[in-house]
């Protein structure tokens, strides 16, 4: 607790845009966020008081940042499983826990307890050689077990030259059918050590090149029961996994039905949309789950809701500044989240909230101002 | 401009709620405030990045303070005028300018300026002696020129001897006719050095001894002429007066019609509401406003939006971090902003709002929300 407020400490480990807005949703709270983050130029720490620096590989600067925290939480997913524990057994309360994060660490774990729990997979097998690649039927998606973020670690692979190739990299994966997916849906939850379990909205994400450019809230034209399956599936996997916190299950809809791409626990893009768009959002809610609050209320603030994200461009050209002059002037209520991040082409430097009635003039504004943000010139 | 991030860096005088709600805005903008706060333990300074130790009656350290920010801007109004104007002869740019803010921080100068401009405003004399206090007729109200705030400075005289014993204390005083009100409203604008005015929906604010306790935006029952002559108002007061950034212009509604009570200059706790329940916020109005972004949009966000302040009650009782999970189970949809101050009885250490569609039951949330954080015993 800090005494100065009476109100409680959360640790998150990783400085980027995530805690920067989990920050952001804190102050609301009474609270700071306390950031372990790898540079003072990092994204959270450009915004944060208690910043401490440190790497999420090194166990004493864990146990140091954990000291003094009610609870210790994540950016990303990158902490060792084995330090996790290690602060667990020394009782420090973090979240997701090593029990449950473990699987949105490793794809090959995730897959097979998701089989177990007789969740929605596609067909799938662990690569030993080059026949578990095969016998999938190409084209197939290979992904490394661990590590792989924003497109990076998934490859299609067309025959068996490609896949031998990947093979003799000697990284660990998993091979996954091609799905003939008719779009991609996310469904975001948050789950307490209490058990409460809240959901939001099923949402449409959309991706290109492997990373999210646009997420559509409601999912337009979702059938209910749909909607409701894929919230309910979100619901059971967290009380499953004992994930507490959020839970952002990304899903493949085809003709069949849904089933599971990826597991995160934590803040998602997918949910970014909330801080606007939602009555409370996935920020908030995260640090009300990890701290054993009640949950908050999940509805729409608006009929259409739509997020795009923001990457940077080429280099040169006119200034972020300059490009959210003309922004603001396009179109005085777009919502913009800056990240702070130096520029760097295709990397995620802000997003753009556009709410509104109707969710094709609403995410037809969307793109424009992400992309006014983006290229400018 | 912030090397690291291309954006620019604005300074807010002054550490308490406003300047740290005007952080939580400023990060969504890419940006980091720059705070100078008198303590480390302030609400701002818990929370900010970039804060400087320094009082804002120090012309050295205000001069410090100001070095590399594209703009200068306060968090209250007691910067002294002539500290205000060397800053503005070395370039500084800072808003709102001497020009403007004296008649946020002289009642006399204000009153005087707004005859001129025929605006409505009660009778009133600057006092020199009993007599002028007479003139008005009793009871009077007599105002501090400068200084007061929260019903601090302001005192109802209903007779000779209580105003002589006021006049011998020697401070500054103007007195008014004391306004046969039907209640109070506030008519938010934000100016740009460009000339652009945005304009908020005119509200209702509610007193009790002297300290705003409620905000019901719009002002429910507000006929439509009287909203737009209020906003008119306010407008013509931003440009007349040369406002750089938020005027927040107080008023009576009488059976005559509106007068003016009183002027602010900064985000304004009639304005709080806007974190929720307005397209666009009043913080990062403020911070568009003087960074001369072109305004945001002003709109609603529902048709009825409360905000509550939270005093400090009595001291002991349960704790205010019980309080909140109470209040989370009791009122899933309530937004709450806490602000990291300690409990003093009467302190303004939150605020809480509640959007809805109609506006008795959201009020009467709103109110529940904050007396159950409030007291919670």
Avoid at 100 to 119: S, Y
Avoid at 211 to 231: F, H, K, S, W, Y
Avoid at 237 to 244: F, H, I
Avoid at 286 to 311: C, F, I, K, Q
Wanted: proline fraction near 5%.
């Amino acid at each position: 607790m800090d005494t100065r407020t009476g109100l409680p400490v959360v640790g998150m480990v990783g400085g980027g845009q995530l805690a920067r807005m989990t920050h952001q949703a804190a102050i609301s709270l009474g609270q700071s966020l306390r950031v372990l983050s790898e540079s003072p130029d990092d994204s959270a720490a450009l915004v944060a008081a208690d910043v401490r620096i440190g790497t999420h590989t090194d166990l004493a600067a864990l146990r140091e940042f954990a000291k003094g925290c009610e609870a210790v939480t994540f950016d990303h997913e990158h902490v060792p499983t084995e330090h996790i524990e290690a602060l667990e057994a020394e009782g420090v309360k973090i979240f997701p826990g090593s029990g449950a994060l473990v699987f949105a660490q490793d794809k090959g774990m995730m897959r097979e307890r998701l089989a177990a729990l007789k969740a929605p997979v596609p067909r799938w097998r662990r690569v030993n050689d080059i026949s578990d690649m095969s016998e999938i039927g190409w084209p197939v998606v290979a992904k490394a077990t661990r590590g792989g973020y924003d497109g990076r670690g998934v490859w299609v692979l067309d025959d068996e030259k490609a896949a031998a190739e990947l093979i003799a990299t000697g990284t660990p994966l998993i091979v996954e059918e091609k799905v003939a997916l008719k779009r991609e849906l996310a469904a975001l939850v948050a789950r307490s050590p209490f058990g409460q379990v809240a959901a939001y909205p099923v949402v449409e994400t959309v991706q290109k090149d492997g990373i999210c450019v646009e997420v559509l809230a409601p999912a337009p034209g979702l059938p209910e029961d749909l909607a409701v399956q894929a919230q309910q599936l979100a619901i059971d996997l967290a009380n499953a996994l004992g994930v507490v916190g959020l839970l952002a299950v990304e899903l493949f809809e085809t003709d069949e039905g849904i089933v599971v791409n990826e597991l995160a626990m934590r803040p998602h893009n997918s949910g970014h949309w909330t801080i606007e768009g939602a009555r409370t959002s996935q920020f908030e809610q995260h640090l009300r789950a990890v701290l054993d609050y009640p949950m908050g209320e999940t509805s729409l603030t608006a009929p259409a809701v739509v997020m795009a994200n923001v990457l940077g461009g080429a280099p040169g050209g006119i200034s972020i500044d300059e490009r959210l002059h003309h922004l603001f002037a396009e179109d005085p209520g777009a919502r913009v989240h800056l990240y702070g991040k130096q520029v760097r082409p295709g990397r995620k430097i802000g997003h753009v909230t556009v709410l509104g009635d109707d969710m094709t003039s609403v995410r037809a504004r969307a793109a424009r101002a992400a992309r006014w943000l983006q290229e400018g010139a």
